[in-house]
């Protein structure tokens, strides 16, 4: 390929190295702007049933979650919708500070909806005047019924990944001493539910039903969708094991160091070989290693149709999987390991540094159990996630399926360059994790190969690409 | 029917469940929509989302207009991020955009950063036109920061001294508006005037070029196309440049009424009453002729206890027509925004109709489900925000006019005028037969 195109071509090793020497920078400070500190710490306390948040910030950080997080997504989640409150700061309260206010808005919380639960959340206004939260919140628990927690959320205080960490380590303030332990119970940690759309309830559909499989119980997920209780409860769990690596790696470290509660280091469950993985990793800390071993083998040998089809698929290509747009970094790793499971040389396309520098500790965990694929990132992706570039990045990409006689693209229907294309975004292909997740992903590459003749359609390509 | 009445407060801004965003969102939707423009905003990476959204609000192409960011972090806090805003400025050379907006969030304007000297600083070493807008979250509601954009942008494009242009208008604030689709209200409001043979000389803000703002002193009128804000703007045009304020203190033309009074309206000050009351007639002909055709359910519209859950740009004028031509009974409205022109407006709307709803002014969603839960109307014009408070209420029918709405619209409709009247008409329905679909199966099917 041009290395005009190419912005970095090696390993994703080289890549990290590069990021922490701080060499891989885009130019415009426009380019993958992800949420901040404050939407990400949100995301993760909003999946607490009936919790209820007090915004210290003014209205557009509160409307803005509320609206992601919330709104467009409850009725898919089936939850309902529960309130997104704030303090609504104005100039005079920048200029006096709100803690009064803020302790006035937290006992009108409780009044107005009888949560169990309140958090305050500081957004860049209250941190930067020194407002603390942190004193409110324990002033305001000795008024109101609710637990009343605070977190300093403030957008510019650190990146989006510093939002859930802080976020789950708050809650940890929850945890209560147990009396005795659930036996052969686990947490399923760094989930963020709730209503947020964030996760696929599918994936952890078929996580729970793998558990359950193997004889072992769950006590919440924390937090998609757990109660108060079961966050209380968390301490007397056997296990904490991982719903996502990246977002449950800083709780599961710190529930081991501060609790001594193992935490089972798994990757995500794409494909045969990390589905084992990560069922053993929960089953032999619970002394269910034999009946996890049946349930393996059983699953397995009913998957051998889809396993064929998978691998026939995959055998001999150069799997290119891009995931500058979905299905996000760390699921494209495990595609990419997947992809090398059943035989393909799997090429990472456009992983971003700003993305590996928000990722680095499950970036190096990934490099420590070996997964180092080779990654290309294109000019285009690297210089700014405009339009612009979604219109050379498809040329880029295109250029860089061409230069292979035998590739295949997982990823996104935004590209089609011209190789069998994976769609990995359709609804009814989920799950990806486990043993239904390897069913769907046989139809998807079915569907893949049957389809490989086709073209973009002229819609899709001027409505994405521009032109008329 | 008069009931009795009870002006209240809105919820007092301590714990506040707010319907709106804040100022920079306001800003970024009015700077927006100026066509080819580059918007940056000088914040963390969390209000650049927020900028983000304000570009679907105006229906930018996403392939004409750019949005950077400075991504604030701890470091431009502690030490002012003002070198920051001046490179990436500079970089923004690259884009090739004829202008570029600098909003600035309320990090920066608390720690001082100086946008507006930024900017002048650096405007010599660039080729495009710079227009800082202090816009922080903290100055107020996205109504706000509408004004302060249109402020900001007015003083600082608007060539001073022109000729006027006889028979001429610019419209000021179309996207202040809760149809999610408002881009369908301006379009008619448009071809009104072309009809009328009055010329548009500029629209603050949408599809808005340059030279539109160059033009803006020439209007001899100009329409504010909202409740909620560019009143400000209107102000300032009439005491600079003596632009008359046209349809002022008239509700938007929602409804047969509203809309026949402000096609008058317009007719007279341009000496087009004969086209404003052809437009009137024909429009009314076939607002009934279609009913007539497609149904217009009258069994649970007739005296059903209704409520208006929205912004005053809809809300106020929707009073009218829910009440005169839906024969509905109105007992709550429920307001986003309280600008005192519109709180007039609805006072004398009010006594008009005879009718004494419960109002509330400046609402969050705390509020309104409040009032909803006390005066237990049976249907709610809102949003769908209303559609999930009225779930344990008992309350049947919410119709979904207002932002945010849970439905796609891939075509712009209109609630002004005639079709808007059969656009709402439609919403009425659909939600209406939505209702009546059970959840439920007594059994299973065999097919």
């Given at each position: 390929m041009d290395d005009e195109s190419i912005a970095f071509k090696g390993t994703l090793q080289q890549l990290l190295e590069k990021v922490e020497k701080g060499e891989m920078i885009p130019k415009l400070q426009a380019s993958h702007a992800p949420p901040c500190k404050f939407w990400t710490a949100f995301q993760v306390l909003n999946g607490i049933r009936h919790m209820a948040p007090v915004i210290h910030g003014p209205k557009g950080c509160t409307y803005s979650v509320a609206n992601a997080y919330k709104m467009n997504s409850c009725e898919y989640r089936g939850v309902p919708m529960e309130p997104t409150s704030c303090t609504a700061q104005d100039e005079a309260d920048v200029v006096y500070g709100g803690e009064g206010k803020l302790l006035e808005a937290v006992k009108e919380a409780e009044q107005r909806y009888h949560p169990e639960l309140i958090v305050i959340f500081s957004c860049c206004c209250s941190g930067i005047i020194g407002d603390d939260v942190e004193t409110i919140a324990q002033r305001a628990e000795s008024e109101v019924d609710a637990k009343v927690l605070a977190i300093r959320s403030e957008g510019f205080g650190g990146d989006f990944r510093s939002g859930y960490e802080d976020a789950f380590r708050v809650i940890m303030e929850l945890m209560e001493k147990?009396?005795?332990?659930?036996?052969?119970?686990?947490?399923?940690?760094?989930?963020?539910?709730?209503?947020?759309?964030?996760?696929?309830?599918?994936?952890?559909?078929?996580?729970?039903?793998?558990?359950?499989?193997?004889?072992?119980?769950?006590?919440?997920?924390?937090?998609?969708?757990?109660?108060?209780?079961?966050?209380?409860?968390?301490?007397?769990?056997?296990?904490?094991?991982?719903?996502?690596?990246?977002?449950?790696?800083?709780?599961?470290?710190?529930?081991?160091?501060?609790?001594?509660?193992?935490?089972?280091?798994?990757?995500?469950?794409?494909?045969?070989?990390?589905?084992?993985?990560?069922?053993?990793?929960v089953a032999i800390p619970l002394g269910l290693e034999e009946p996890a071993r049946q349930m393996i083998q059983k699953e397995t040998r009913e998957l051998a149709k889809e396993i064929d089809t998978i691998r026939q698929f995959f055998d001999g290509k150069t799997a290119l999987v891009e995931i500058a747009e979905f299905p996000g970094p760390i699921r494209a790793l495990a595609l990419a390991r997947m992809a090398g499971e059943f035989g393909a040389h799997p090429v990472v396309v456009n992983i971003h540094p700003y993305t590996i520098k928000e990722r680095m500790p499950s970036i190096k965990y990934l490099l420590q159990q070996g997964q180092n694929p080779e990654v290309i990132l294109t000019k285009g992706l690297f210089s700014l996630g405009t339009f612009r570039s979604s219109w050379q990045t498809e040329v880029e990409l295109e250029t860089i399926a061409a230069q292979y006689d035998n590739a295949v693209y997982l990823g996104t229907p935004l590209r089609q360059p011209g190789v069998p294309q994976v769609n990995l975004t359709t609804m009814t292909g989920y799950p990806h994790f486990g043993y239904s997740g390897i069913k769907n992903i046989a139809r998807l590459v079915q569907s893949s190969v049957e389809n490989a003749g086709r073209s973009r359609s002229r819609l899709f390509r001027r409505v994405l690409y521009g032109g008329n | 029917m008069a009931e009795t009445g009870e002006l209240m407060m809105g919820t007092a801004e301590r714990c506040h469940d707010p319907y709106l965003r804040c100022a920079l969102y306001g800003a970024a939707q009015t700077a927006l929509g100026v066509t080819g423009c580059c918007v940056l905003a000088h914040s963390p990476q969390g209000c650049y989302l927020l900028v983000n959204a304000a570009f679907g609000w105006q229906d930018a192409d996403y392939t004409e207009t750019q949005i950077l960011s400075t991504k604030l972090c701890e470091d431009e806090i502690v030490h002012g991020g003002e070198e920051l805003l001046a490179r990436t400025i500079l970089e923004a050379q690259e884009l090739g955009v004829p202008i570029l907006f600098v909003l600035s969030s309320c990090g920066p304007e608390i720690v001082g950063d100086d946008i507006v000297a930024v900017c002048e600083d650096i405007r010599s070493q660039v080729e495009f036109e710079i227009v800082p807008i202090e816009c922080a979250g903290f100055r107020g509601d996205q109504n706000?920061?509408?004004?302060?954009?249109?402020?900001?942008?007015?003083?600082?494009?608007?060539?001073?001294?022109?000729?006027?242009?006889?028979?001429?208008?610019?419209?000021?604030?179309?996207?202040?508006?809760?149809?999610?689709?408002?881009?369908?209200?301006?379009?008619?409001?448009?071809?009104?005037?072309?009809?009328?043979?009055?010329?548009?000389?500029?629209?603050?803000?949408?599809?808005?070029?340059?030279?539109e703002f160059k033009n803006v002193a020439s209007a001899e009128g100009?329409?504010?196309?909202?409740?909620?804000?560019?009143?400000?703007?209107?102000?300032?045009?009439?005491?600079?440049?003596?632009?008359?304020?046209?349809?002022?203190?008239?509700?938007?033309?929602?409804?047969?009424?509203?809309?026949?009074?402000?096609?008058?309206?317009?007719?007279?000050?341009?000496?087009?009453?004969?086209?404003?009351?052809?437009?009137?007639?024909?429009?009314?002909?076939?607002?009934?002729?279609?009913?007539?055709?497609?149904?217009?359910?009258?069994f649970f519209m007739h005296r059903a206890p209704a409520a208006i859950i929205a912004d005053a740009t809809v809300g106020v004028p929707l009073l009218h027509f829910i009440t005169e031509d839906l024969e509905m009974v109105p007992r709550l409205l429920c307001l986003r925004s309280c600008l005192p022109g519109a709180k007039k407006m609805l006072e004398r709307e009010l006594k008009e109709l005879n009718i004494s709803p419960r109002v509330a002014y400046n609402v969050d969603v705390y509020k309104s489900k409040l009032s909803l839960s006390e005066v237990r109307p049976e249907v709610v014009f809102g949003s769908n925000i209303e559609r999930h408070a009225v779930e344990e209420l008992g309350i049947p029918f919410v119709f979904r006019l207002v932002n945010p709405i849970s439905r796609f619209r891939s075509i712009n409709r209109e609630y002004f005028g005639y079709v808007g009247m059969l656009n709402i008409i439609e919403c009425i329905h659909n939600d209406w037969l939505d209702r009546y679909r059970s959840k439920e199966r007594r059994y299973k099917a065999r097919w």
């Open positions: 147990p009396s005795e332990k659930m036996k052969k119970t686990i947490n399923i940690i760094g989930a963020r539910q709730g209503p947020t759309y964030t996760e696929w309830t599918q994936d952890l559909d078929e996580i729970e039903r793998t558990v359950h499989a193997i004889g072992a119980k769950i006590n919440g997920v924390l937090c998609g969708g757990c109660t108060l209780e079961q966050i209380r409860q968390a301490r007397a769990a056997e296990l904490n094991a991982s719903w996502c690596y990246d977002w449950g790696q800083k709780l599961g470290d710190l529930m081991e160091e501060r609790f001594g509660i193992p935490y089972a280091r798994t990757g995500l469950p794409y494909g045969l070989k990390a589905t084992e993985e990560w069922i053993m990793g | 706000e920061g509408t004004d302060i954009a249109l402020d900001a942008m007015l003083i600082k494009l608007v060539v001073q001294e022109r000729e006027k242009v006889p028979g001429s208008v610019c419209l000021i604030a179309p996207h202040a508006n809760g149809n999610p689709t408002w881009i369908g209200d301006l379009a008619w409001v448009k071809s009104v005037l072309s009809q009328m043979g009055v010329k548009v000389l500029a629209t603050l803000t949408h599809n808005t070029t340059l030279n100009c329409i504010v196309l909202s409740h909620d804000s560019g009143q400000k703007a209107a102000d300032y045009l009439a005491n600079q440049f003596e632009i008359e304020q046209i349809c002022k203190d008239m509700p938007l033309p929602v409804g047969f009424t509203n809309t026949h009074r402000w096609l008058t309206e317009l007719g007279k000050k341009f000496g087009a009453q004969d086209v404003a009351e052809r437009i009137a007639t024909e429009g009314e002909k076939m607002v009934v002729e279609q009913c007539r055709r497609k149904g217009l359910e009258q």
